[in-house]
Nanobody
Framework: QVQLVESGGGWVQPGESLRLSCAAS????????MGWYRQAPGKERELVAR???????MYADSVKGRFTISIDFGKNTVYLQMNNLKPEDTAVYYC?????????????WGQGTQVTVSS
């Protein structure tokens, strides 16, 4: 059974940085894509950033120039470097992974990590 384990969330002040990590483990698989979504209270879950094995990274307009996504395929881990954080970045951040194995391609989700930006 595949598991995605996130880490790196926390509380920071506006303008500060955080780095989220999400490691995939369990079974034999190939990474097609990994990404980050977030959900603020009372709002729908939204895509923050996603990258593929082909190197096609995409970002939400609200985080372009501030956030950077990267995948370490050797460690099966996706990172989200978040700089110049703003209060509106406060949310639970979830990682997702599209993984291929003998059973086909499935999407997996992490349990979420809280990011709070406040002075």
């Amino acid at each position: 059974q595949v598991q995605l384990v996130e880490s790196g969330g926390g509380w920071v002040q506006p303008g500060e940085s955080l780095r989220l990590s999400c490691a995939a483990s369990g079974g034999v698989f190939t990474i097609n894509a990994m990404g980050w979504y977030r959900q603020a209270p009372g709002k729908e879950r939204e895509l923050v950033a996603r990258d593929t094995s082909g190197g096609s990274a995409m970002y939400a307009d609200s985080v372009k120039g501030r956030f950077t996504i990267s995948i370490d395929f050797g460690k099966n881990t996706v990172y989200l470097q978040m700089n110049n954080l703003k209060p509106e970045d406060t949310a639970v951040y979830y990682c997702d992974a599209a993984l291929s194995s003998w059973g086909g391609t499935l999407q997996w989700w992490g349990q979420g990590t809280q990011v709070t930006v406040s002075s």
